[in-house]
């Protein structure tokens, strides 16, 4: 901890670096759009339609079976997502 650079020189650098302008993660490939895997979008799709079809079931008044046939599509579109290994694999 004691090495750690504290201040700026001229130009921007931060002294002992020799790293004048540079980005905090490199270059600014960084910051390039992930479009993610067609199956994590698939899972993804299968759960928001989930919770649409759950949310309806309580419009206007609770019909318990389309709230279940909800609950059992985001069940099964959080399992492909699991599967696929979406949330450890589509991040960079």
């Not at 921007?12 to 490199?26: D, I, L, M, R």
């Not at 299968?46 to 309580?58: L, N, P």
């Not at 318990?64 to 696929?84: E, H, N, Y």
Request: charge should be negative; hydrophobic fraction near 50%.
């Amino acid at each position: 901890m004691a090495d750690q650079a504290t201040h700026t020189v001229d130009g921007g650098a931060v002294a002992g670096t020799g790293a004048a302008g540079t980005v905090a993660h490199g270059t600014s490939s960084h910051m390039e759009h992930n479009p993610g895997r067609p199956i994590s979008w698939a899972g993804t799709t299968i759960v928001i339609i989930g919770f649409i079809v759950g949310g309806i079931a309580f419009v206007p008044k609770p019909n318990w079976i389309l709230f279940w046939v909800g609950t059992a599509l985001a069940i099964i579109g959080c399992l492909v997502l699991l599967f696929s290994k979406a949330m450890s694999e589509d991040w960079y």
